[in-house]
């Protein structure tokens, strides 16, 4: 697999937690790590369920302890600090704070052997993250005391997410086969949590279970896959630059959906964050043409 195309894989994964909040939405009630549990199942099963016909598949869980650590704690641990976040702090201080790790992808990738951090990535992880400031305009205020865990919360689920995607690049040799098992112990961690702090509340309806289903082979399935094979092959700046489309491309489906109305505001940003992904990969875009 090329570059170009490894990169194109990692973009999809953008393209399907895009879909992740109106697809929330659409799951009603259901409690943040019962819901985890519920995806991260299904996103499991779905894998599982392949390799009955790629039988080899399943030496991919033969993994050392570290690709485990990295594997289950990157994803595990970025949600439930999330979810933590969204509990103590404002979802869009909160969101706002978590999108930092695009710009640390971009940073922590020039600690990788053979990588260089030209100028152009970090304009362009910059234009995305200005686009990504304004979207959250005038959602923002003056918060309390007791908001400083989530927000605490989020700032350090930005760094976990970022140093999983970077490690992953480390681990290579790990393959993405091996994501399955990671979204599984996942699901196990999410469940126990669950059964700990939440009171538990099953879909009401067939659209709902269609929500759930939906996140679990989407969002919070392939795009897992996706995004290590990503993060392995193809451009890690790229993909950590062109990541900020997501909150944008997020907004966007929730306006479609009827969650959410255009604005100004929305328009710009989708500039900013168009042109700070195209200014991330010009290498990409050039290397084509020629």
Same mark, same amino acid.
């Given at each position: 697999m090329t570059t170009r195309t490894a990169t194109l894989v990692g973009l999809t994964a953008i393209l399907m937690w895009s879909l992740l909040s109106v697809m929330t939405?659409?799951?009603?009630? %259901?409690? *943040?790590?019962?819901?985890? *549990?519920?995806t991260f199942a299904i996103g499991a099963a779905v894998a599982f369920t392949s390799f009955l016909f790629r039988p080899s598949a399943f030496a991919a869980l033969k993994q050392p302890l570290v690709a485990w650590v990295v594997g289950v704690g990157g994803l595990f641990g970025y949600h439930a600090l999330y979810f933590l976040a969204l509990r103590f702090a404002p979802p +869009?201080?909160?969101?706002l704070l978590n999108y930092l790790w695009?710009?640390? %992808? /971009?940073? $922590?990738?020039?600690l990788l052997p053979g990588e260089r951090l030209a100028i152009h990535y970090i304009v362009g992880a910059l234009l995305g993250l200005v686009g990504t400031v304004l979207l959250f305009a005038g959602n923002t205020g003056s918060f309390a005391r007791s908001q400083i865990p989530g927000f605490a919360a989020a700032f350090v689920a930005? $760094? #976990?997410? *970022?140093?999983?995607? /970077?490690?992953?690049?480390? !681990?290579? =040799? #790990?393959?993405s086969d091996a994501v399955a098992g990671f979204c599984l112990a996942t699901a196990v961690l999410a469940a126990l949590v669950h059964m700990m702090v939440?009171?538990? /509340?099953?879909?009401?309806?067939?659209?709902?279970? !269609?929500?759930? #289903?939906?996140?679990?082979?989407?969002p919070v399935g392939a =795009?897992? @896959? =996706?995004?290590?094979?990503?993060?392995?092959?193809?451009?890690?700046?790229?993909?950590?630059? *062109?990541?900020?489309a997501t909150p944008l491309?997020?907004?966007? @489906?929730?306006?479609?959906?009827? $969650? +959410?109305?255009?604005s100004a505001n929305i328009a710009i940003a989708a500039i900013l964050i168009a042109g700070g992904g195209l200014i991330a990969a010009k290498d990409m875009v050039l290397r084509k043409r020629g």
């Open positions: 939405v659409a799951t009603g009630r %259901i409690p *943040a790590f019962q819901l985890a *549990a519920m +869009a201080e909160a969101g695009p710009l640390l %992808i /971009v940073l $922590f990738s020039s930005a $760094f #976990v997410w *970022a140093t999983y995607s /970077v490690m992953s690049r480390r !681990l290579k =040799a #790990v393959p939440e009171t538990t /509340v099953w879909p009401a309806t067939s659209l709902q279970w !269609l929500a759930v #289903v939906g996140l679990g082979i989407g =795009a897992f @896959f =996706a995004w290590d094979i990503g993060m392995k092959r193809g451009d890690i700046r790229v993909l950590g630059a *062109a990541s900020y491309l997020s907004t966007a @489906f929730l306006i479609l959906a009827g $969650f +959410a109305k255009p």
